[in-house]
């Protein structure tokens, strides 16, 4: 299955209302920094176009509790058509009876460039409280004045999303780790986002470039507000459930307290999604 990374560059089910929130008090106090464990739907993205509900069922049914979204009308090529026509209400009451919440969407540079009151509109009637910029779209040739001119761009995007009392994010992917005369994207990204406007999301996968997300939750303390997480495995070279690779979660975890997360999201294909949970509910930190 095609990863997003690629294309960029029984008993839970029907668990609603008071009982989710019941059973999820329980629940939460096993589960990593006292958060409910979420997936990322873009790894599930076919299963989620041919049905919507059932999919979130079987995610649930698993022990996932949260959702992150990606908007159906910049990702409708991309297996989310189905959802396009689908209003803000309806997709939250879907999510809801599924036994999941959802507070964070992926959302794409243009369609926040040319649709933002209508994408805010939609965000906060679906019970968002996280808008994250997944990407900006540049070229794999792009320099670092592209990238500042792009960040200087998000800055005022994202002080109209924080108006509408919403969060703005950013997600990372490997573009991000390249540098300029010694100066890595991501830093450069870090002193230009505006730090009360722009809060990031840091994608665990880059562990397979070398870089610990524990060390830019240490080194940036306060400026995230998410992850997305997966696990590597250096010898094969491939994904592996999280806790069988190199990742050291509990060091992950415990930075994410200064980092500042609020929510995290497993994103990797169906099979290591269901197999990467029982690790993440039974993980003390």
Same mark, same amino acid.
């Given at each position: 299955?095609?990863?997003?990374?690629?294309?960029?560059? &029984?008993?839970?089910?029907?668990?609603?209302?008071?009982?989710?929130?019941?059973?999820?008090?329980?629940?939460?106090?096993?589960?990593?920094?006292?958060?409910?464990? &979420?997936?990322?739907?873009?790894?599930?993205?076919?299963?989620? &176009?041919?049905?919507?509900?059932?999919?979130?069922?079987?995610?649930?049914?698993?022990?996932?509790?949260?959702?992150?979204?990606?908007?159906?009308?910049?990702?409708? $090529?991309?297996? +989310?058509?189905?959802?396009?026509?689908?209003?803000?209400? !309806?997709?939250?009451?879907? @999510?809801?009876?599924?036994?999941?919440?959802?507070?964070?969407?992926?959302?794409? #540079?243009? !369609?926040?460039?040319?649709?933002?009151?209508?994408? @805010?509109? /939609?965000?906060?009637?679906?019970?968002?409280?996280?808008?994250?910029?997944?990407? +900006?779209?540049?070229?794999?040739?792009?320099?670092?004045?592209?990238?500042?001119?792009?960040? $200087? !761009?998000?800055?005022? @995007?994202? &002080?109209?999303?924080?108006?509408?009392?919403?969060?703005?994010?950013?997600?990372?992917?490997?573009? !991000? #780790?390249?540098?300029?005369?010694?100066?890595?994207?991501?830093?450069?990204?870090?002193?230009?986002?505006?730090?009360?406007?722009?809060?990031?999301?840091?994608?665990?996968?880059?562990?397979?470039?070398?870089?610990?997300?524990?060390? +830019?939750?240490?080194?940036?303390?306060?400026?995230?507000?998410?992850?997305?997480?997966? $696990?590597?495995?250096?010898?094969?070279?491939?994904?592996?459930?999280?806790?069988?690779?190199?990742? $050291?979660?509990?060091?992950?975890?415990?930075?994410?307290?200064?980092?500042?997360?609020?929510?995290? /999201?497993?994103?990797?294909?169906?099979?290591?999604?269901?197999?990467?949970?029982?690790?993440?509910?039974?993980?003390?930190?």
């Amino acid at each position: 299955m095609q990863t997003r990374r690629q294309f960029l560059g &029984g008993s839970a089910i029907g668990i609603a209302g008071a009982g989710y929130l019941s059973q999820g008090a329980r629940e939460l106090s096993a589960d990593p920094l006292g958060l409910p464990i &979420g997936f990322q739907v873009f790894p599930v993205r076919e299963m989620l &176009g041919k049905d919507f509900p059932g999919t979130l069922r079987q995610l649930a049914a698993v022990g996932y509790r949260s959702v992150e979204m990606c908007s159906p009308p910049s990702y409708k $090529d991309y297996g +989310f058509a189905p959802l396009v026509d689908m209003n803000a209400s !309806e997709m939250r009451r879907i @999510i809801q009876d599924a036994g999941v919440h959802c507070e964070s969407c992926h959302y794409q #540079f243009g !369609e926040l460039k040319q649709h933002l009151d209508e994408r @805010i509109a /939609f965000a906060k009637e679906l019970g968002l409280k996280q808008m994250i910029l997944s990407t +900006f779209g540049l070229r794999r040739d792009a320099t670092m004045d592209d990238w500042k001119r792009a960040a $200087d !761009e998000w800055n005022k @995007i994202g &002080g109209e999303i924080q108006k509408a009392g919403l969060q703005a994010g950013y997600h990372n992917h490997d573009f !991000e #780790f390249k540098q300029f005369d010694g100066v890595l994207v991501y830093d450069e990204l870090m002193r230009r986002f505006d730090p009360k406007v722009i809060k990031m999301q840091f994608q665990v996968a880059v562990i397979s470039l070398g870089y610990d997300a524990a060390a +830019f939750f240490t080194k940036y303390p306060g400026r995230f507000i998410s992850a997305h997480l997966a $696990d590597w495995s250096p010898a094969d070279k491939k994904q592996v459930p999280v806790g069988k690779g190199v990742v $050291d979660w509990r060091k992950l975890f415990t930075a994410a307290k200064t980092g500042g997360l609020k929510n995290y /999201f497993v994103e990797m294909d169906l099979d290591l999604m269901n197999a990467s949970y029982p690790y993440l509910h039974d993980l003390k930190v």
